[in-house]
C-alpha cells in the first residue's frame, strides 16, 4: 500500500505563496494534486508523469502554480504563487500507476490533505 504524506499547508494573504510537499513510500510514475473547496468536488490542480516527462495544469492556476518532484526523495512539490481566496480548499496529494491527468477518480492512493487558506 502506497503511503502519501502532505505537508505545507496554511493561512496566506492573497497574493503570498505556500509550496506543499508531499512524501511518497515509494515511487509512482504519475502523482498529482487535487483541491476540494467547501461544499464543492474535488478537482485536479497539477500532476506530473514521469519525475517531469509530461505535466498537467488546471487552468485556474496556470502560470500561478508549478509542480515539481524530487525523484530521489519520492517527494512531490507544489509551488503556489500569486494565490487568491478562490484557491482556499484543501489540497490532497494523490498518486496511480499507468496515464496520468487531472481526473480524480482514475487515482488509486490519496494522502490525508492539508488546508490552505487565503484571505483577502
Known amino acids: 500500500q502506497v503511503q502519501l504524506v502532505e505537508s505545507g499547508g496554511g493561512s496566506v494573504q492573497a497574493g503570498g505563496s505556500l509550496r506543499l510537499s508531499c512524501a511518497a513510500s515509494?515511487?509512482?510514475?504519475?502523482m498529482g494534486w487535487f483541491r476540494q473547496a467547501p461544499g464543492k468536488g474535488r478537482e485536479g490542480v497539477a500532476a506530473?508523469?514521469?519525475?517531469?516527462?509530461?505535466?498537467y495544469y488546471a487552468d485556474s492556476v496556470k502560470g500561478r502554480f508549478t509542480i515539481s518532484q524530487d525523484n530521489a526523495k519520492n517527494t512531490l512539490y507544489l509551488r503556489m504563487n500569486s494565490l487568491k481566496p478562490e484557491d482556499t480548499a484543501i489540497y490532497f496529494c494523490?498518486?496511480?500507476?499507468?496515464?496520468?491527468?487531472?481526473?480524480?477518480?482514475?487515482?488509486?492512493?490519496w494522502g490525508q490533505g492539508t488546508q490552505v487558506t487565503v484571505s483577502s
Open positions: 494523490a498518486a496511480r500507476r499507468g496515464d496520468c491527468g487531472l481526473n480524480p477518480a482514475n487515482y488509486n492512493y
Open positions: 506530473m508523469y514521469g519525475g517531469g516527462f509530461s505535466t
Open positions: 515509494e515511487y509512482i510514475g504519475c
